[in-house]
């Protein structure tokens, strides 16, 4: 199984930015607990970061055929891009909706996500946890 | 640890209802699962439904001092009760939300939680496996 | 034929509260014109009141394989129980909404039914004829 | 007792039009139905159909002194003429506003009734029965 | 004069419940206030508590004729619940609707009172005090 | 105690303007009541009326120094001064928003207050009777 | 000075409609005393009415060459009809707005017009005055 | 007939401010028209001007016994002003609201009016005529 | 091929009105340029204008059978017919809406159409060549 | 006459993604379309194709100078973009706002366009052909 | 060069007022840093202070043909005071809109300001430097 | 000092680019008055500019450790941009929005900013001096 994780912008100040709201892990660290629970899991990951949201809907474009599944943790580009929606819809690869903090903790404007509607769910507010839920809910659907 | 599971309104009819939304498990299925896997992870889990929301809101008061965490699928309640909200704030135990179908994906109404602003996460559309992730981001913070 | 009418919270005090809005009858009145009508008709009715939500909820969800039809006077649950609404589509039984009032006459709050989207009709307005003409409606959808 | 169903624009198409959600008798079926069982009730009706808002606004202008109740199936207009609601209140003769299909379950323009606050009830959802019911509705109010 | 005092949900955790919204005295310190200042104003005074807006509904049933005035705190169910107002004005007795904390400084949805408009007055911020103020209103109109 | 008795627009017409809704009490009437309640309680009150939202404003910045505590009845300043609100918050005076009428049974801009949210608590609809709760609310609230 | 006065749907049935808010005179008695004033004025008046929406729209497009001025009481088009707006934007002949009631003592959706923002002016209020002032507003701009 | 004409912020600088909108007559101007045209009906004028919300209203409060009625254009007040709202219901006399310019014609903040639910009738749009019919309005309604 | 060329209120003034919005060609000269251009195409066409919704919906109507296609330039009635909208549901026959300006550079109103949800497409504001973009789109949609 | 088409993003997947929506057809395939009807029609044509917003802007703002006229599909771009308004205003080249699919048959948020108040026009609906229909109306305005 | 710095209500508390938010400055103090910095630029300055709408408005209108540019922090008024922008419309003299704290970092009722439309710029944010930004803004416009 | 210049899509058509709304001036003569005024006050500044949303956001990062203040005319992404608002709260370094035109002047849609909540200050409306008045912001707050 391979599965794309990508970061939206500003994700790259992990573990500098704001830690009260996201956490005191910069992105590699969390990149690292990824890839090693991962490879526990037997599956394997690719993981990226890009501010352009047009970059991010080219990640998409580029996963069809390469990917099994999307995690998709488009910070600020969650709750406006109808281009990352779009982007979901036309390579019809599963998409997992993931954020560090609770968004419905916070502005107003957060609650609102362009892009729940066509994920296959959503993890919101377990920190760089989240991206290990979304791991196991990706690689392990039918355990237990 | 000691997780206490509670599920809202309609949530007994699980595995006769609308299965292309809700899945085809039985709720006893489904805390079958979470027991096994409880079990695995070293918790000790409670597991209880009820259509009303005042016996919820009790068994949210009744946990303190019980129980650790709370996972929370208030179904039809999630959008209108401030109850249940007024109840996870007053007495303190960290709460996760959940859903077994993309709330996002539905109608307009249900993209609204009344609770979410009080819990921890939010984990929506992962059928019965939302209670299995919960229950991993629970117990299995700090693993990995 | 098997009829369950469920009347919803304070729909126990009719004939004494506000008969301007509501008419002079009493429920256990309403309820016998009901029967009476019912026999002649062919039907078998049960007839129940709650001030409950989560009781209403519960006992759609029991209608089921014992009732043909819901004849459902939500009372103040219709504008905002989205748990009712999930119990009917559980269910999966055909039901019809009432009121004694021509709710549309009343505040803007009453206009909206969060149960008729999935009710099959709605009957509102004609006092304790709305039982009746719900009666008819259900019988004998295929009469003349 | 005499009774004026007035039918509003594109209800002249019944029967070919969308079956699915008006049904697939024709308008000319529905009225055999409605005189039918009028007869039976030992009602007099009159049954008109128009396009044109204004006709119909001159219809129950001119069903004063000749008519004792109005059937009105707006159609389109119900969630938009300001003038049938006015013309409702002038002549003073107790209206019923039916629907054949459920518009609670349709687009959210259809849930709006410019009609509905100044008419007795509103029957709507259940097909060419709504007609009949209101026949019932207005005959037989003390009926039982 | 014989007065009820009406608590809704989480009301019986006062004390313990966020203090510095609620204060920190219990539901049963603020009921032996209430009870001395009564007894010193030959007032009657009963005092209940309930999690469930049915049985809250219930009891405003039950005061007719018992009761001459409600004092009701409804707490979270105050901002929707259409049931407590519709018992309200069926019952016909004089209802004081009162809070803890000045609602007004709090989330936006707890600034709409869906009781407030069937009540003869509001009180609301003066914590325990706010009870021995409905009192005072009740029984002492004509005071001074 | 020294408190300061402010009055809003049109209060000085109080017992001649539309006495079903404010009372037929005078405002003088009124004053002479809060007087005589005061010097049972061993307070100090001062008591003015003006139409002018500035002269309102000033007063309350006047107030610093000179009063423990603010008893407001803006009247239809309530509804939009902002002006108000920050004298309120400027001179840091616990202010207590009353209210003649139940605000919340009439018109729909009278149910917003741009000021309760920088007061301590609020009472409305006890008639002049308000003022004097207030009075007993700031001189008394570690009563009994 | 040729002014043509347009009366819309239901008018037709003044002194009959509901007296109370249009006053007690017929269409015809207010045309005469509009004959008679505009006589006194040296005026020249047509005066119509319809309640058709597209009958209106076609006497205001073959006013143009005909006349000096249109007084236009649009009654329930006047809060929804773009035809009749445009209708007088394409003719470019300047149009009074009237009312028989004061519109904004009533439902709100009777404080917007669509037609207000094309015409010279507003009179709304001052029952089969409206249309004497209009009258006068036409021929005696430069008067005095 | 004894008439108020009172003229709200910035009329003094009618002829002068913004002609294309205004017009080109002074507020003297007016006033001498309007005194003018008041005697020739035989009616006693008084007509002032401020920029102070506060002074409008105690005006129209001294107006009380003095006047018959009152000519308002309350300019920016109008569209804001609760407390003009509140003064011309408190003293009862019969208020016409006017402006100079087709208030509908521009921003849509000037569509909405505090005062015209309270007021007889409303004039809008005739610039110095405005004040002329109401005058006429005011003296004539039973005329011809 | 059989096309309907449908024009709604007002068009039958193109040329004489407001030409900076919609062009100087008269409605006969576009209906000349149809002519001709659909001559060249092999296509036949009905060219048709009325001021009246219910006659529209007629035509529509009266289009099954004898049309292939619809070209419909609804004008006014585009923002608010819901009627139109029924009719072009009901006969099934794909529809063209086309507006000779561009509806999106106006009045706000105008953005929204009732009718483009059940056309084939929109073609706005090419002036008369919005008619033979539509005749082409009609005739020739597999062409090149 | 030399044609800008520009194309944003998600386009590069026609064919591939969704066809029901967007038809079989790929972008390389429209674009031998257009270059084929372009040279029949004596224009030259550029065409390309981006996911990012500010290249887009960029491409508009070199258009300067080199292209009479620019097609835009601003896919997902369309609803929320202001930079790619602000670059049609500030080039001044006449463009046209084009879709595939009819937009106003999809999501809510599909409805709203940023750009069309600054395009000289907006097809939508017919697939390929909206690009022909397009590239017509651009060089053909005075044609038949 | 003569600029006129008015300022709103509740201005005059600067310095003791709510520190963290307005600074520590008096207005005194924030006066003295104009005059001096003015008099450094070669301009004459006045500044005043109200707590009046119409007082504001009256100094406004005054400044016509006395100033030549007027530097305006409204306060509270800012965002209702219909009055105080068609003061500024009115007189025509260019005037800048200042705020000492950012105002939209704040409760979103201050982020609509009702004057900025009519005024040549705004600057917020800067505490008593607002007042010298606005000076420099001001004499300086060609500088450099 | 340091400060950073970031100057959004489309400010590189300055000058061409609708000079009545932004002035005659290029982008690159803003750059060396900035330039030059920042010499006089002893400031270094760099100045760029970009179309593309990430590659804006990407400046602000790196801005950190490098610049003390950075200067915003995030231009069309103003109103839209969370992925520059978080930046902005990411780096931690003061920021001062700035426009050209006065944002409140024009379209609703460019009066609200996702980022003004999160910068220090505004300066909108003064042409090329906005970008000197910020600067005299950032260099000189303790000037005078």
């Known amino acids: 199984m391979k599965i794309l994780f990508l970061n939206g912008p500003n994700l790259n100040l992990l573990g ?5 709201i996201y956490g005191s892990l910069t992105l590699a660290q969390i990149e690292a607990k990824v890839r090693k629970h991962a490879a526990k ?3 394997e990951v690719d993981f990226r970061q890009s ?8 990640w998409i474009q580029q996963a069809r055929g390469s990917f099994d599944l ?3 943790n488009a910070a600020a580009y969650t709750h406006t891009s109808i281009a990352l929606r779009d982007a979901i819809s036309a390579v019809g690869i599963p998409t997992i909706e993931i954020h560090l903090s609770n968004v419905y903790r916070r502005e107003e ?6 892009i729940a509607p066509v994920c296959k769910g959503v993890i919101s507010g377990f920190g760089a946890n989240s991206y290990l839920l979304a791991l196991e809910a990706a690689v392990n659907d039918t355990r237990k």
Chains 1, 2, 3, 4, 5, 6, 7, 8, 9, 10, 11, 12 share one sequence.
Not at 51 to 58: K, Y
């Open 51 to 58: 501010n352009s949201e047009g970059e991010l809907v080219s």
């Open 109 to 114: 404007f957060r609650h609102r996500s362009m």
């Open 70 to 72: 999307i995690v998709l």
């Open 16 to 20: 500098q930015r704001e830690p009260e």
């Open 41 to 43: 899991l037997g599956a």
